[in-house]
């Protein structure tokens, strides 16, 4: 598949002349946003498709979402607009940016960010760019934290919500993360923080990512993948204990490409800001925090997604409506686990293509079902 | 609760003579094995029970389950053996023991062990103490396995089998102790496995326990016990990467506290065997080892047990009973997770009271339920 370039790509810089203040205490100044668009924003501006990656993604929703482009996105229609979160090291001021401060990359000195304060800093870029109305904001996992709390925080730009395989963590999700940020610190070459860009902690990162990937991915998908199948390039499991099968070296193989692609600090930065996500942050509670939502909410569950079970994305579905807004939650069928929502983009197109029409959902595709809507 | 000491405990010495030839290939000489013995062996030598002890146990039976003592195990009738596995660091040869060829203890020169080579050597050091039929062979988790081991590879010295939260591991299993060894070999105190007995590689076996707490509990318990709360001595998340929520701070303690009773060498010795038990090594396939089985076995699953899901635990009984054994299958609900064999000793004491008085098992308890008999 080749890959679609974006229409427009650059920075917006903000906080220029007053500090960008974060829910944590700390603050940034200036704060830089990468953003990739896809498509023109058209005249009455109310074509602005809001994409919101996850953890590992960058602002070039075409590079890891492909399938959604031409299937429900479409480019002679929709203004496809995408901005690299706050933390991370595609770009947007992040722990490997320059901290004006002191001439150096922030490091591990790099302040601890929320949800919230992503999405605040994604909207004033957004105003930058002239984007003040969204006619969806899409994401999932802490794409999906970022939709909703788009919703809530900024109730009358958003008109519908799409988030797949998100709820506040769970003590198991949070748990995990916690081990992964563990991994990190554990490697010598992590030092706190303090390495040099090059010589990131990849024995420490690579794990982390092992540990995310049994998350992402289900124990029936390993079944049916790995089995108990020795590793592929020959070892013998029963005869050395450094020789592995195959899921494991799937598990490394995964460390291994990840460490070349993104920073151990940002890795702390993002996985900490999706344990604090919570809705009720910043309000009374969270059915308040709700009740400010005016857009239409389509939340999407995966039936083997264990680091965001289905039941907690229904039950929050059900807290959504309770709370007076408008809210359809569909369930669909995979044995990918989280990571479904990479993997099975088809049914997920047929979720996301029923909310872009604002069609009632009946039956959305083969494998989906909608439970309640 | 006072802890119950055996009546008689010490070591077997083996393979004094000749070398004890371990299925991968490696060999040991000699084999010390740690036994305790409750209760006395009766002149017919009928009333032994043997008790397999999991990954980190000890041949101290009642020092780790010690509600199965008055329960279950009545010891003016019953005599209790255990014995700690090979490989382990609890007074059995293991990397911790001194390799008479260097001197020095093992370390990470002690050879590759199977659950099969454990129950060898156990069945000769039960040779030793003059102990030849079991009426019973109990254990969960690698001491099921073990358990299986022994009704296939000595069907004419086991009455009764029964094994709890057994079976192969799965992918998913597989892919979490890979993660635990790895994270054991991340650390630089672990040094390829030399280190100094008094400077253990902490952080990385820690870290490995803390992955292993997560797949012995379950998502619902720590929901239950944890949820989002922060972390009980007051740290705040939302404040501080460094902060933790309450069940980062309980796998953490948990981590701590097993470094400073178990040795890294010996943790992968044992989760490498646990990796490769198949009851078809040895055999053609596991159907021609399972049909060897004269004993009864149980097999006992936990509903919310995701190391060993209890939909492997039953189809493991269907193999067995296919395979033409006598064989059983319970299940109970628990939302303890793999552990469920160490926190609800109560209802796996129901299933073993059942199987102990050769009854057919019609309802176990409350609890429990019998699936397939």
């Not at 963590?169 to 993360?177: K, Q, V």
């Not at 079970?309 to 990918?336: K, M, N, Q, W």
């Not at 996301?352 to 604002?358: D, I, K, T």
């Amino acid at each position: 598949m080749s890959t679609l370039h974006p229409t427009r790509e650059g920075d917006v810089i903000l906080a220029q002349d007053a500090p960008f203040r974060l829910e944590a205490g700390g603050s940034l100044q200036p704060v830089c946003i990468r953003y990739a668009i896809y498509g023109e924003l058209n005249e009455s501006r109310d074509n602005a498709v809001l994409v919101c990656h996850a953890l590992s993604g960058s602002a070039r929703a075409a590079d890891w979402w492909p399938e959604m482009f031409g299937s429900v996105f479409d480019l002679s229609r929709d203004c496809v607009v995408c901005t690299n979160i706050l933390g991370s090291c595609y770009s947007s001021t992040g722990p490997t940016s320059i901290n004006r401060a002191t001439g150096q990359p922030y490091g591990p000195d790099f302040p601890q960010v929320s949800v919230r304060d992503i999405v605040h800093a994604q909207a004033q870029a957004l105003d930058e760019l002239g984007v003040h109305r969204l006619r969806i904001v899409i994401g999932a996992s802490i794409g999906g934290m970022q939709a909703l709390q788009w919703s809530v925080d900024y109730p009358e730009r958003v008109e519908h919500c799409i988030a797949i395989g998100t709820a506040p963590l769970s003590a198991m999700g949070l748990a995990l993360n916690h081990l992964q940020r563990q991994a990190i610190r554990l490697d010598p070459k992590f030092n706190g923080g303090n390495y040099p860009p090059e010589e990131q902690p990849t024995g420490g990162l690579g794990l982390a990512r092992a540990i995310a990937m049994c998350s992402y991915k289900s124990a029936e998908l390993f079944d049916e993948r790995y089995a108990r199948k020795p590793n592929r390039n020959g070892e013998d499991p029963l005869r050395s204990f450094e020789h592995r099968y195959d899921v494991a070296g799937y598990l490394d193989y995964q460390g291994q490409k990840f460490v070349q692609r993104f920073d151990a600090n940002a890795y702390i930065v993002i996985s900490k800001a999706m344990d604090t996500f919570d809705l009720a942050h910043g309000y009374s509670s969270e059915a308040e925090a709700l009740k400010r939502i005016r857009a239409h909410v389509s939340l999407v569950g995966i039936t083997s997604d264990w680091l965001f079970p289905p039941e907690a994305v229904r039950a929050l579905a059900e807290r959504i409506e309770a709370a007076g807004a408008p809210c359809d939650y569909t369930e669909f069928e995979s044995s990918h686990g989280h990571d479904g929502f990479l993997a099975e983009v088809n049914a997920i197109a047929g979720v996301v293509s029923g909310r872009f029409h604002a069609r009632r959902l009946a039956v959305v595709k083969n494998k989906a079902h909608v439970v309640c809507s």
